[in-house]
């Protein structure tokens, strides 16, 4: 039962639960004092309790009781400022990461992959995140076009991505985690699922640059200059709309933000970036055309799967290819895929692509 508490604890956090509600929530089988003593691994509960505890936390014994080698603190997420985050729903964040990135662990350990090793973070100058972000295109061997999707992007290039139901007014976050026992980093980027497509792509791309550098002087500004240089390179962009422009409709803006898959005032404070547009041309945009686009995003894009909805999914391919393989059983399936046994079941037995 060694490890136990441990787990508890995260599974506990996810569900945004005290100790006092959890007891609440078993019918006060055992009390909020019991359940402290549990997380310290000081007691273990019979498996009667142990039933009540997995099914007031929605989830299963065996995921309760699985090992956790990840650890993260609060000081390892990594927040923008000015979308600060109260300490209950960090503490559940830094749960909810934790679990995830427990899956990812497991499921690469299972599979005999090499987690991408972890990197200091590159500190730059304001004047070279342009070069910056055209440099690792070429790394990436992007070419100079839009970019299909930057949650298959990053996942290719070995990068976790996460995507959680944050709140609205946080966007994304980075987070730094340690393996226990052997010393090693992961890092990992999370997004908010509740936020459209066009937010989620220009947040991966904030957040990348938040993984592979940072600016000394307003690193928020660097990233954000970053990821419009990254999702919309400027020789590209300035061949579809022209190097210099006095002004701009509301049209071009729309058929632009389609091709790159960003908000269309994203589009607008790129052409402006690039000189393409003047201060006076973007001024009069958003005291006109552009005013309700900060807070309403004009023609969303699709979000349901067939039209590429910007979510991670590797974890999960993984975790079906270790099923169709046979390398792992059935119960582990839907331990890692936080679904039924049937369910897991049924994807083992192609029943479900």
Not at 22 to 37: E, K, P
Not at 66 to 89: H, N
Not at 101 to 125: M, N, S, T
Not at 208 to 232: I, P, Q, T, V
């Amino acid at each position: 039962m060694k490890m136990f508490g441990e787990r508890l604890q995260t599974m506990r956090k996810r569900k945004g639960l005290s100790l006092r509600a959890l007891s609440d929530r078993i019918g006060n089988a055992v009390s909020a004092q019991a359940l402290s003593n549990y997380e310290r691994d000081e007691f273990c509960p019979s498996s009667d309790i142990l039933a009540k505890i997995a099914d007031a936390l929605d989830t299963t014994i065996d995921r309760l009781m699985a090992r956790q080698d990840i650890e993260i603190a609060p000081a390892d997420i990594r927040l923008r400022k000015g979308a600060p985050l109260p300490s209950r729903e960090k503490v559940q964040a830094v749960a909810a990461i934790t679990d995830f990135l427990q899956g990812w662990h497991e499921i690469e350990q299972i599979l005999d992959l090499c987690p991408r090793p972890f990197k200091k973070p590159k500190a730059i100058k304001m004047a070279e995140v342009e070069s910056f972000a055209t440099k690792l295109r070429r790394d990436w061997k992007l070419g100079s076009g839009p970019i299909a999707s930057m949650a298959d992007l990053l996942e290719h290039q070995g990068i976790k991505v996460c995507a959680l139901k944050l709140p609205e007014n946080l966007f994304g976050l980075h987070c730094t985690a340690k393996i226990k026992g052997c010393g090693k980093k992961i890092s990992a980027i999370i997004i908010n699922r509740r936020h459209n497509r066009e937010c989620r792509r220009i947040t991966m791309a904030h957040e990348l640059f938040h993984h592979l550098a940072h600016c000394h002087k307003n690193d928020e500004k660097a990233a954000r200059l970053f990821a419009g240089a990254f999702l919309m390179p400027g020789k590209h962009l300035q061949a579809q709309i022209g190097k210099r422009r006095k002004r701009i409709i509301a049209d071009e803006i729309l058929l632009l933000k389609r091709i790159y898959g960003v908000s269309a005032i994203e589009v607008l404070l790129r052409l402006n970036a690039l000189g393409s547009l003047d201060d006076h041309a973007l001024a009069y945009a958003r005291r006109t055309y552009a005013r309700q686009w900060q807070s309403r995003e004009p023609l969303p894009m699709p979000d349901q799967p067939e039209h590429n909805p910007e979510l991670p999914s590797r974890f999960r391919k993984l975790c079906v290819q270790a099923l169709a393989e046979g390398l792992i059983s059935i119960r582990k399936g839907a331990l890692l895929l936080d679904i039924s046994v049937p369910e897991a079941a049924s994807i083992a037995n192609g029943r479900r692509p």
